[in-house]
Antibody, heavy 125, light 111 residues
Framework: QVQLQQSGPGLVKPSQTLSLTCAISGDSVSSNSAAWNWIRQSPSRGLEWLGRTYYRSKWYYDSATSVKSRIFINPDTSKNQFSLQLNSVIPEDTAVYYC???????????????WGQGAMVTVSS | QSALTQPASVSGSPGQSITVSCTGTSSDVGNYNYVSWYQQHPGKAPRLMIYDVSNRPSGVSNRFSGSKSGNTASLTISGLQAEDDADYYCTSYTGSSTPYVFGTGTKVTVL
C-alpha cells in the first residue's frame, strides 16, 4: 500500500527556513493521477492546506495565498519524494505539518487519501 | 477564504446515529461536489472517510455516509461505536487561488 514517510527538523529559528521531506513508497511522485500536498495543523489555525505539486506531462505547483510568497514545494524523482520549504518563518508557523496524497480519475483528485505521520515543527529562538 | 463552519461537539450513545454539519458558501460547498470528511484520533494523522460528498473509500465502514444540500454538507455516523470517538473535519474545493478550505472541526463523543 502507499505510504508517506516524513522527515525534517522539529525546531526552526524565527526568520529561518523550515524544510521537510516526504518520501513516497507504493506510488510515484511522477504519477499522472496523484497530487502531492502539504497541510498543517495548529490549535490557532486548525487544518490549513499549504500547497501541492503534481505531474501531468509537466510539473504543476499551487500554493495557498497565505504563504504564496514564502513556500516552495519540490519533487525529487530520483528519490521518489517531495519537499516543503517555508521561508522567513515566524512563531505562528508552529504547527504539525503533514504531507498527503490526493488521487482521482479526473485531472486531479480533491480528497486526501494517504497521509504522512505528521511532524511537529516549532518556531522559536 | 474562511474556514467551513462545524459544530464544536456532537455526542451520542452507542448504537445511535449522529450527524455532523459543515456549512460553507456558494463559492465552495454549494458550488462543487468535492466535499470530503476526515476522522482524526489524538496524536494521529487524519483519515479519509468520505470523498466527493458521498463516496466511501475502500475499508471505511458503511456506517459512515455523506450528503449535501445547498451550502451545507453532512456526515452521518449510524450505529455509533466507541471507536468513532474522534475529531471530524470536512474540507471543500473552492476553485479559487487557495483551492481547499477545511472545516473548524467537530469533537464526536460516544457517551
Amino acid at each position: 500500500q502507499v505510504q508517506l514517510q516524513q522527515s525534517g527538523p522539529g525546531l526552526v529559528k524565527p526568520s529561518q527556513t523550515l524544510s521537510l521531506t516526504c518520501a513516497i513508497s507504493g506510488d510515484s511522485v511522477s504519477s499522472n493521477s496523484a497530487a502531492w500536498n502539504w497541510i498543517r495543523q495548529s490549535p490557532s489555525r486548525g487544518l490549513e492546506w499549504l500547497g501541492r505539486t503534481y505531474y501531468r506531462s509537466k510539473w504543476y505547483y499551487d500554493s495557498a495565498t497565505s504563504v504564496k510568497s514564502r513556500i516552495f514545494i519540490n519533487p525529487d524523482t530520483s528519490k521518489n519524494q517531495f519537499s516543503l520549504q517555508l521561508n522567513s518563518v515566524i512563531p505562528e508557523d508552529t504547527a504539525v505539518y503533514y504531507c498527503a496524497r490526493a488521487s482521482g480519475t479526473n485531472w486531479i483528485g480533491h480528497s486526501f487519501d494517504v497521509w504522512g505521520q505528521g511532524a511537529m515543527v516549532t518556531v522559536s529562538s | 477564504q474562511s474556514a467551513l463552519t462545524q459544530p464544536a461537539s456532537v455526542s451520542g450513545s452507542p448504537g445511535q446515529s449522529i450527524t455532523v454539519s459543515c456549512t460553507g458558501t456558494s463559492s465552495d460547498v454549494g458550488n462543487y461536489n468535492y466535499v470530503s470528511w476526515y476522522q482524526q484520533h489524538p496524536g494521529k494523522a487524519p483519515r479519509l472517510m468520505i470523498y466527493d460528498v458521498s463516496n466511501r473509500p475502500s475499508g471505511v465502514s458503511n456506517r459512515f455516509s455523506g450528503s449535501k444540500s445547498g451550502n451545507t454538507a453532512s456526515l452521518t455516523i449510524s450505529g455509533l461505536q466507541a471507536e468513532d470517538d474522534a475529531d471530524y473535519y470536512c474540507t471543500s474545493y473552492t476553485g479559487s487561488s487557495t483551492p481547499y478550505v477545511f472545516g473548524t472541526g467537530t469533537k464526536v463523543t460516544v457517551l
